[in-house]
């Protein structure tokens, strides 16, 4: 049962012993505060809520009881440098985007009479039938979604900062809120 939550600090070089260089990004993670413990008798399910800050978040579990009780708190030191880890969090709000920008269309042609039809999509029909398809490509609101990666790797733990450096990069602007999880859960 290793989770905890924090917010996206920033991107940064981390250089191992061996002297490579390792991109990182930094998480401000916890401490949190235990509020509940959801049991299978009682409630129907396994689960811990936890508060960071003014957010709470609930953690299913999959095996078994809780070992954390209301009032526990939980810091950055139940991760260990090389864990293996799941990330979560939500993605930067791009707005409304045109095909090029949101589904990595080609656009027209320059010339051939093409004035002003560079970035446009193209046909959207067939030639029979007289609606658009479902699931269509078009333009519109991209980002702010969920992102969930998995199998990143914790690099290094800095208890007293309450930090993690975890490698490669997040999803998400910065000050935005991090959930990390053991792939062990």
């Given at each position: 049962?290793?989770?905890?939550?924090?917010?996206?600090?920033?991107?940064?070089?981390?250089?191992?012993?061996?002297?490579?260089?390792?991109?990182?990004?930094?998480?401000?993670?916890?401490?949190?505060?235990?509020?509940?413990?959801?049991?299978?008798?009682?409630?129907?399910?396994?689960?811990?809520?936890?508060?960071?800050?003014?957010?709470?978040?609930?953690?299913?579990?999959?095996?078994?009881?809780?070992?954390a009780?209301?009032?526990?708190?939980?810091?950055?030191?139940?991760?260990?440098?090389?864990d293996?880890?799941?990330?979560?969090?939500?993605s930067?709000?791009?707005?409304?985007?045109?095909?090029?920008?949101?589904h990595?269309?080609?656009?027209?042609?320059?010339?051939?009479?093409?004035?002003?039809?560079?970035?446009?999509?193209?046909?959207?029909?067939?030639?029979?039938r007289?609606?658009?398809?479902?699931?269509?490509?078009?333009?519109?609101?991209?980002?702010?979604?969920?992102?969930?990666?998995?199998?990143?790797?914790?690099?290094?733990?800095?208890?007293?900062?309450?930090?993690?450096?975890?490698?490669?990069?997040?999803?998400?602007?910065?000050?935005?809120?991090?959930?990390?999880?053991?792939?062990?859960i």
């Amino acid at each position: 049962m290793k989770f905890i939550l924090g917010t996206k600090e920033q991107m940064t070089e981390y250089f191992s012993e061996e002297g490579k260089v390792i991109p990182v990004t930094i998480v401000s993670a916890g401490p949190i505060n235990v509020t509940r413990v959801f049991e299978e008798g009682k409630d129907g399910y396994d689960s811990v809520q936890v508060e960071y800050g003014k957010k709470l978040k609930e953690f299913r579990l999959k095996s078994g009881k809780a070992e954390a009780k209301p009032g526990d708190k939980i810091d950055v030191g139940i991760f260990a440098p090389g864990d293996k880890v799941r990330v979560s969090s939500i993605s930067k709000g791009k707005g409304f985007q045109g095909v090029v920008k949101r589904h990595g269309f080609h656009g027209g042609p320059r010339t051939h009479g093409q004035k002003h039809s560079e970035r446009e999509p193209g046909s959207i029909g067939g030639g029979l039938r007289t609606h658009v398809p479902k699931g269509m490509r078009m333009a519109g609101r991209m980002g702010s979604d969920r992102i969930t990666q998995k199998n990143l790797k914790v690099i290094f733990v800095d208890k007293e900062n309450n930090l993690i450096l975890i490698k490669g990069a997040i999803a998400g602007r910065r000050g935005s809120l991090v959930e990390i999880t053991s792939t062990k859960i």
